[in-house]
């Protein structure tokens, strides 16, 4: 079978949905690739900063490793904001929707509200509440959020800072994008995204 016969879904056979079953495994096998194809793209996004957001990018997740961060916390840091240019609005929720069935909840929880915590540094500017993340100070995460902005986000548009190349990422983003989506010893308990 090359193709399915079906027009609608309710239609298709069960040897139809093993046949997409199987095309769709061996497509999300190049997740990994992809990943990275996206974060390479990132370079020509946005422009007004010392740095690019493939360079910003790699700033944070090379901070995260000096900081001894775990791999699911760098990946996540070299993913955060790879949503800016599909969902400028909402770009930490995607990046967060992204890396949510490979890694714990702290890492997801964190991506999905940097975007808020970041507010931070620059709401005031605009007349907003930079503030605003204090409604999460009884979660778990909040000071991990805190510290994920202050240590790695914010400070990662610095064009001298010593940044390695994607590839020296690349393996980590394989091994992470490669595992079982939604496996509970990984993802561990389940705490509320807002």
Request: proline fraction near 5%.
């Amino acid at each position: 079978m090359e193709q399915v016969a079906f027009i609608e879904m309710k239609a298709g056979t069960a040897e139809e949905y093993h046949f997409l079953e199987r095309l769709e495994q061996d497509y999300n096998s190049l997740l990994p690739e992809r990943i990275l194809e996206a974060l390479e793209a990132s370079a020509h996004t946005l422009s007004g900063y010392k740095v690019n957001r493939l360079e910003h990018a790699l700033q944070a997740a090379a901070r995260a490793e000096a900081d001894g961060a775990d791999e699911e916390m760098i990946v996540g840091a070299l993913i955060h904001d790879l949503g800016d240019s599909l969902a400028p609005y909402n770009h930490s929720q995607y990046a967060a929707s992204i890396i949510r069935p490979y890694v714990r909840n702290e890492v997801t929880w964190i991506l999905h509200h940097h975007g808020l915590f970041q507010n931070f540094y620059y709401a005031h500017h605009y007349g907003g509440d930079r503030n605003e993340r204090d409604r999460y100070k009884g979660h778990p995460y909040y000071q991990s959020c805190v510290d994920f902005c202050e240590r790695w986000d914010q400070s990662s548009f610095d064009p001298e800072y010593p940044t390695p190349a994607l590839s020296h990422f690349a393996p980590m983003v394989h091994r992470i994008f490669s595992r079982t989506a939604f496996d509970p010893q990984v993802i561990g308990r389940e705490y509320p995204l807002d």
